[in-house]
C-alpha cells in the first residue's frame, strides 16, 4: 500500500510541476509577443552593406542608377576605389525574408500612395527602414536626389555605433592614455602599445594582410591657427609627429603625407567638441609602403590645445573601407575627463 501511495504521490508531483512549467511557457510566450521583434533581433548582416527591396525593373533603370549613385559613391580618402555601403538589391516579393537581417534597409514602390519615412528599429535594433514610393518614376527620384544625402550620414552613424558595440566587449586598458592626455577611449584588446612617450603613443592591431594603427598626441593652439591654412598646418603637424616617431625596417624612412592625393577636410563634433576632420593617404618617404589616415584635432578651449587623433592602416592586398571605418569609430568613442 505505501508503495502505491508512494507511486502515486510522484506522479501527481510531476503531473503538477509539468503543468506549472507549460504555464510559465505560456506567459512567457505571451510576454514576448507584445514587445518589439527589436528586443530579440540581432543584426547579421555585414558591416557597410544596404539592401535595397525594389523590382529588377526599377533596378535596371534610372532609379537603380540614382541609388547606387548615391550609396555606392567612392569612400573618401582611400588610395583605391571603394564604395561607401556594399549593396544587395532583391524583388519587394523577398522583403519578409530580409527584414530582420538587415541594418540598413530601403523599400522602393511604385504605387499610387506618394511618400517617404524613414523607420528606426522597426524589425531589430539597430535598423534603419526607408520606405519610398510614388506614382511616377521621377517623383520617386525626387524623394532619393531630396534625402540621399542625409541618409548617407544616418546609416554611417548606425554603422559607427555597431562598431563601438562590438568594440566594448572586449578592451584594452586605456589607463596610459588617460593619464597622459586625460582623456578615455575604447581601443579594442586586440590593440597592443607600441610606443609611449611624453606627449606621443602609438597603438597597433596586426592583422592578416598588414595593420592598423591609432596615434595619440597634443600640440598648442598656434600650431593648427597660426594663419588660415588649417589643413596645410594639420599636414605639417602630421609629418613632423610621423617623421619623428614613424618609422620603417631602415631608420631613415618615415611617414609623411601623401602630395599626390589632396586630402578631405571637415569640421565635425566630438564629445560636443569642434574637431578637424582630414582623410587623405600616407607613405613612408624612402620605402614604398603607403595607406589611407583619418586624423582628428579635437579642439580644447580650457587647456588651449588640440588632443590629436590618428588612425591610419598598411594593408596592401585587402580593401580598407571597414578597416577604416573601425579607426573612425574608436577614435570617436572619445571621452574628456
Known sequence: MS???FRYFTFKQARNCYATVMLVCILLTFSSCNDKESDHIQPTCQINSLAIAVNDQLWSGEIGDSLRKKFAAPVDGLPQEE???TIQQFPIRLFDTHKTSHTNLILIKKEE??????????FMEPQNLVIISGKTIPEILSYIEKNGDSLVEVFKTTEIKRNQDLIKNDLLSDEKIRKKFKVSIDVPSTFKYVMVKLNFIWLKKEILSGNTSILIYKVPFKTLLKNDDII????????????????GKDNNTSMITEESYAPYFDIAVIDNKRAYETRGTWELKGDYMSGPFINYAILDRKKREFIVIEGFCYA???SKRDLMLELESIIKSVKFL
Open 3 to 5: 508503495g502505491r501511495l
Open 232 to 247: 596645410t598646418n594639420i599636414i605639417e603637424m602630421r609629418d613632423v609627429f610621423g617623421s619623428r616617431y614613424i618609422k
Open 113 to 122: 500612395k506618394s511618400g517617404y519615412r524613414l523607420v528606426q528599429n522597426r
Open 316 to 318: 596592401p592586398s585587402t
Open 83 to 85: 564604395p561607401l555601403f
